[in-house]
């Protein structure tokens, strides 16, 4: 008997906490109404005389009250967020894709449950989809909403599926040569090491100046330090970073167009390491050879018209103007190495004439250690060993 009362009590308390929770959550969707009521423009109101006058109130009461259908006459059409399977690396961005959704298409959607429910409609696969199906059936059993408001959805969000402890993470990569540019690109460089910076809580310009000097590449780091002109202030990290693009895109065009250059072609005026014969005698007795004009190719005649002869037609047919010429002669048709002239002591460079005159010294030193004399045919010298007597070497020496 004595229990009765105390389960009314308990019963009466539960009900009087749904109670509230039921009016908290028709407070927030009158609040919700009311601010799309505000949003709602007035007809009229434009065309209004500017005068005193007050404005009649009868066009509030006509207003239309379904904003959401003229959104897409507008062409509004934002992105829906991707699905979520409950990567910590991923959850970040998930989060702020569903956030600028909502604001974008606020009208959309009736009240924070109807947020909250949107953004689990995409947790379809891994931890996400457990977190999802236990909300709904905690949802589903109470008969009460899992959580009061977005804010307390986004919250209960970051907690399970971003990363824990961001600005120590940012902080400790900071503080190690992880963030260096390296081989990467300075654009790439300068978005991570603001997200860094960010997620740290770096505040003050000189300690990020510095930091980001640290991790530059080197040669950038150097240019940007010893400008005389327009040198960025180093507590300023904006001017860093645009100083680093510009500098970074300036290198990149200057080794293009070194990149680019080609050797230039052969010119009259260019002066050639090799004399220039004569040139040479037609040979033909057929026909005499016609007029050549002076060439502006060394050993090659010129044609006073641009026919070709028929003993000129491999040569028209040429791709490269430019006749190929030997480095040696100076003449066409073959290579240095292929020179008939290499043997010729004019055309030898130094050092073949110098190893010319010492094969031809040791040839002949050769010659007279084999050559046989006279007196080593014809007289036996002393066993070896034994000396000649003093007067058999006088008597020949005379």
């Known amino acids: 008997m004595d229990s009765e009362p105390e389960d009314r009590i308990s019963r009466l308390e539960s009900e009087l906490s749904e109670a509230k929770e039921r009016s908290r959550v028709q407070q927030n969707t009158l609040d919700h109404i009311l601010t799309l009521l505000q949003r709602l423009p007035i007809p009229g109101a434009e065309q209004a005389p500017q005068d005193s006058a007050p404005a009649p109130l009868a066009p509030t009461i006509t207003a239309p009250t379904a904003p959401a259908i003229r959104e897409p006459s507008r062409g509004l059409k934002p992105a829906t967020p991707n699905d979520f399977d409950g990567d910590r690396l991923k ?20 009240d924070d449950q109807a947020m909250i429910h949107w953004a689990l409609s995409f947790m379809k696969s891994g931890r996400a989809a457990l977190y999802s199906n236990r909300i709904l059936r905690r949802e589903a059993s109470e008969v009460l909403p899992a959580f009061v408001s977005w804010k307390g959805f986004e919250l209960d969000f970051i907690s399970k599926f971003c990363p824990k402890n961001e600005a120590t993470v940012a902080l400790t990569k900071l503080e190690s040569t992880r963030y260096y540019q390296g081989r990467k690109s300075v654009d790439d460089y300068i978005d991570e090491f603001s997200e860094l910076v960010e997620e740290a809580g770096y505040s003050d ?6 930091k980001f000097r640290k991790g530059l590449d080197r040669e950038l780091q150097d240019r940007i330090a010893e400008m005389v002109q327009g040198r960025p202030d180093d507590d300023d990290p904006e001017e860093w970073y645009a100083a680093a693009r510009v500098l970074d895109a300036n290198r990149a065009a200057n080794q293009a167009f070194h990149g680019t250059q080609r050797v230039a072609a052969f010119t009259p005026t260019s002066r050639t390491p090799f004399p220039v014969p004569r040139a040479p005698a037609p040979t033909s007795s057929i026909s005499p050879a016609p007029h050549f004009q002076t060439s502006q190719y060394p050993g090659v005649p010129a044609r006073a018209s641009n026919i070709p002869t028929p003993m000129e037609i491999d040569a028209a047919r040429r791709k490269n103007p430019t006749p190929m010429l030997c480095r040696r002669c100076g003449e066409p048709g073959h290579f240095a190495r292929e020179c008939p002239k290499g043997y010729d002591v004019r055309y030898m460079t130094l050092d073949e004439r110098q190893d010319w005159i010492e094969h031809l010294l040791s040839e002949a030193d050769v010659a007279v250690t084999r050559t046989p004399t006279p007196d080593s045919e014809t007289v036996e010298g002393p066993p070896t060993g034994v000396s000649k007597p003093e007067e058999d070497f006088t008597s020949r020496s005379g």
Do not use: D, K, P
């Open 91 to 110: 959850g970040r961005a998930f989060l702020n894709t569903c956030r600028l959704y909502i604001s974008l298409c606020e009208s959309q959607f009736r």
């Open 205 to 210: 310009g000189l300690s990020i100046v510095m």
